[in-house]
């Protein structure tokens, strides 16, 4: 069992940056893939980012390609997502995701988190 809470969530104007944790739970943190995925009122929840078991791979949606940047501690269980030029398309609540396999969170997860708000005003 693998238990996600998220945190760094807020209001932010347009341009502005953000930095999104995800602190993990139990010791097999290295065994899974990390991800953020986020979902906008009335849209699915749609990936955003992943990084590896060990951090050698990105993947990264073509919205936020350039603009944000998914990292893992694995001395703090932690991955983050640093998010700059931020534009109101951003909006969205902000999950962290994990799951067994690198390939596979593009479009699912094994483990998800409760959410953060992220708002973007223009």
């Known amino acids: 069992q693998v238990q996600l809470v998220e945190s760094g969530g807020g209001l932010v104007q347009a341009g502005g940056s953000l930095r999104l944790s995800c602190v993990a739970s139990?010791?097999?943190?290295?065994?899974?893939?990390m991800g953020w995925f986020r979902q906008a009122p009335g849209k699915e929840r749609e990936f955003v980012a992943s990084?590896?078991?060990?951090?050698?791979?990105?993947a990264y949606a073509d919205s936020v390609k350039g603009r944000f940047t998914i990292s893992r501690d694995s001395v703090k269980n932690t991955v983050y997502l640093e998010m700059n030029s931020l534009k109101p398309a951003d909006t969205a609540v902000y999950y962290c995701?994990?799951?067994?396999?690198?390939?596979?969170?593009?479009?699912?997860?094994?483990?998800w988190g409760q959410g953060t708000q992220v708002t973007v005003s223009s």
């Open positions: 990084v590896s078991g060990i951090g050698a791979r990105t």
């Open positions: 139990g010791r097999t943190f290295s065994s899974y893939a």
């Open positions: 995701a994990a799951h067994r396999s690198f390939v596979e969170l593009t479009s699912r997860a094994d483990y």
